[in-house]
């Protein structure tokens, strides 16, 4: 089916270093792009996103880079924390922003180590 | 301010039964998305109700149908049902002036025996 999709399906750090996940994606009209994290027996809850006329946004010790050339989206955590372990999914919105339509990735798993 | 909820949290059927999923949508939200998420996987869109009627369609058969009652709450069906429907359900509520910000409940897991 369709997918978006991510370069690594884990991704292991040091607690207090930064993290740095990646995300590709193929339809060069999506306009809307969504960072979630799902831990363990839980929704997915969000965390970030961003559009398209954008190229950075940043969070509370998030960070999403969206490089529209390469369609590339990242999501850089700063300062890890255990807490910061789960499963983190990309999603674009498919299309106009006003379809609600989220394509996801297969997600990649961040684990911190203590 | 509660957010998005769904039940049952847990549900085992047997082949060729049907099941019915609900959502209660965060409050101020009008649109109610359905996915599935099979283990291992991310969730895929299954489709979307606004205004008591579907808008859009994942690629999905007909034996998923839903329904979206006048208070925004959304219910999930699925007849005739396959081993492969086994899944995390999940259920995600927006405000129809942003619908890519979607909240999700924490799911319903359906195994199909």
């Known amino acids: 089916g369709e997918s978006v999709g991510l370069h690594l399906p884990t991704l292991s750090v040091q607690e207090g270093d930064n993290s740095i996940i990646n995300c590709a994606y193929s339809n060069s009209a999506s306009d809307y792009f969504i960072w979630y994290k799902q831990e363990s027996g839980k929704g997915p809850q969000f965390i970030i996103d961003?559009?398209?006329?954008?190229d950075k946004r940043q969070g509370q010790r998030v960070t999403v880079l969206l490089n529209k050339t390469v369609k590339h989206l990242s999501l850089q955590i700063a300062a890890t924390q255990p807490g910061d372990s789960a499963v983190y999914f990309c999603?674009?919105?498919?299309?106009?922003?006003?379809?609600?339509?989220?394509?996801f990735g297969q997600g990649t798993t961040l684990q911190v180590k203590p | 301010d509660a957010g998005v909820t769904q039940s049952p949290t847990h549900l085992i059927k047997t082949r060729g039964q049907q099941v019915t999923l609900r959502c209660s949508p965060k409050?101020?939200?009008?649109?109610v998305s359905w996915y599935q998420q099979a283990l291992g996987q991310g969730p895929q869109f299954i489709f979307q109700?606004?205004?008591?009627?579907?808008?859009q369609r994942g690629n999905f058969p007909d034996r998923f149908s839903g329904h979206q009652f006048p208070n925004y709450s959304s219910e999930l069906n699925v007849n005739a049902l396959l081993l492969g429907d086994s899944a995390l359900y999940l259920c995600?509520?927006?405000?129809?002036?942003?619908?890519?910000?979607?909240?999700f409940g924490p799911g319903t897991r359906l195994l199909v025996l």
């Open positions: 409050s101020g939200h009008d649109t």
């Open positions: 995600a509520s927006s405000f129809t002036g942003a619908l890519g910000t979607q909240y």
């Open positions: 999603a674009e919105n498919r299309g106009s922003s006003n379809t609600g339509k989220l394509i």
């Open positions: 109700y606004y205004e008591e009627e579907e808008r």
């Open positions: 961003i559009r398209s006329n954008m």
